[in-house]
C-alpha cells in the first residue's frame, strides 16, 4: 500500500481547558486510527518541527517570536485559543507534519495524510485563531511551491471557512484555495465576492453553503464547481484542509454531512487528483469535534484514497442550498473559469 500516514503521539501534548472543543481525545482517535491503518500496510512516519524559514513563508517574524515566547506556559491567544506549556512544540510539529505529508506525496507521487493538532486554516500571518496556531496547510503549500512545485490547489472542507489559507494566498495565482463552508457562520468570512485581488483574481473560490446542507449539496458543489475549476488550474499537487466538522453529529456547526458524504467528497478528490497530479494528495485535519464522526470521517477518507479510485456517482437528496450558492459563484467567477 502506497498509503503514508504522518501521526505523532505527541499531539496530544497541546492541552485545551475543561470543557473546549479541540481537545487531547482528539489526539487518541488520530492514535488509534493510525495504528489500524499500520495493522493494514500502511507506512506511519513521525513528523519534525518545521522550521523557521517554511514558517516564515507565511507567518511574520514578530508572531514567531510571540508564539515562541509562550512556551513553557498558558497563554490566552485569542477568545477561543490558547496555549499549555508545550503546545509551541506541538504547533510546530503540527505545521511539520503537513509539511512531510506534502514532501512525500511530491516525491512519491502518492497520497498521504497528516493527523495534527493544533488545526491551522484560521491562522493569519500575524494572528492566531480559532484554535489555530500555525497555518499548517498554508506553510506545506509555500514549502511546496518553495521546493518547485508550480502549483498548489487548496481544498478546504472544514465546516468553517479558512480565512487564514484564503488571505495568506489571496494575490497569489499559483496557489488556488477552493472552501465549502456553513455561511453565514464564524468567522465571517467567505462569501462569493471574495476572489481573491490582482495576480490572484479567481484562484479564490468560496462556496458558502446554507446551514443544513446534505452530502447531496456537497457532491455537487465538488462536481459542478470543485472538479472543473481544478482541472482547468492543473495542480501539481493537492492539499485538503480535512475538517470533519460539517458531519451531522458535530456540535459546532450546523450541516447534515454522513460519513459517506465525506466519502463522497474524498472519492471526487482522489480521483481528481489522480488524474491531474499522478495521486498527489495530502489529506491534513483542521476540525471535527465529534469523536466518533471524526474517527468514522478518517477512516473513510483512508479508505477511499488507500486504493485506486472508482467511478463516482452522484450522490441523490435536497442540493437546493447548493445550486443556490453556484448560481450566486458562477456569476462572479465565470469570467475566471470559463467551464463553469
Ligand atoms: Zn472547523
Redesign the pocket.
Known amino acids: 500500500m502506497a498509503l503514508v500516514i504522518v501521526s505523532s503521539p505527541r499531539f496530544a501534548d497541546h492541552v485545551t481547558p475543561a470543557g473546549h472543543p479541540e481537545r487531547v481525545a482528539r489526539a487518541a482517535v488520530f492514535d488509534e486510527v493510525a495504528r489500524r491503518w499500520s495493522g493494514r500496510g500502511a507506512r506511519v512516519v513521525e513528523p519534525a518541527p518545521a522550521g523557521h524559514d517554511d514558517l516564515r513563508r507565511v507567518h511574520d517574524a514578530r508572531y514567531l517570536e510571540a508564539l515562541a515566547g509562550a512556551a513553557g506556559r498558558s497563554v490566552t491567544l485569542d477568545p477561543d485559543t490558547v496555549t499549555s506549556p508545550h503546545s509551541h512544540h506541538v504547533a510546530l510539529l503540527a505545521a511539520g507534519a503537513a509539511c512531510l505529508a506534502a514532501d512525500l506525496a511530491v516525491a512519491g507521487n502518492h497520497p498521504t495524510a497528516a493527523f495534527v493538532r493544533p ?1 491551522g486554516h484560521h491562522a493569519e500571518r500575524d494572528r492566531a485563531m ?1 484554535f489555530c496556531l500555525f497555518n499548517n496547510v498554508a506553510v506545506a503549500a509555500a514549502r511546496a511551491r518553495q521546493s518547485g512545485v508550480a502549483r498548489v490547489a487548496i481544498v478546504d472542507i ?3 471557512h479558512g480565512n487564514g489559507t484564503q488571505w495568506a494566498y489571496y494575490e497569489d495565482p499559483a496557489v488556488l484555495y477552493v472552501s465549502l463552508h456553513q455561511y453565514p457562520y464564524y468567522p465571517g468570512t467567505g462569501g462569493v465576492a471574495e476572489i481573491g485581488r490582482g495576480a490572484g483574481s479567481g484562484t479564490t473560490v468560496n462556496i458558502p453553503l446554507e446551514a443544513g446542507a446534505t452530502d447531496a449539496d456537497y457532491d455537487l458543489a465538488l462536481a459542478s464547481v470543485v472538479v472543473p475549476v481544478l482541472e482547468a488550474f492543473g495542480p501539481e499537487l493537492v492539499i485538503v484542509s480535512a ?1 470533519y ?1 460539517a458531519h451531522h453529529r458535530d456540535p ?2 450546523g450541516m447534515r454531512v454522513s460519513t459517506e458524504g465525506f466519502g463522497a467528497v474524498m472519492a471526487r478528490l482522489w480521483s481528481l487528483a489522480v488524474e491531474t497530479c499522478a495521486g498527489r494528495l495530502v489529506v491534513v485535519t ?3 469535534y465529534d469523536l466518533p464522526a471524526l474517527g468514522d470521517g478518517l477512516e473513510v477518507t483512508l479508505e477511499t484514497i488507500a486504493t485506486a479510485p472508482r467511478p463516482v456517482t452522484p450522490v441523490q437528496g435536497d442540493t437546493s442550498r447548493a445550486r443556490e450558492a453556484l448560481a450566486a459563484l458562477r456569476a462572479v467567477q465565470a469570467p475566471y473559469w470559463p467551464t463553469l
Open positions: 488545526p480559532g472544514d465546516v468553517h475538517g466538522d459546532l456547526a483542521e476540525g471535527g
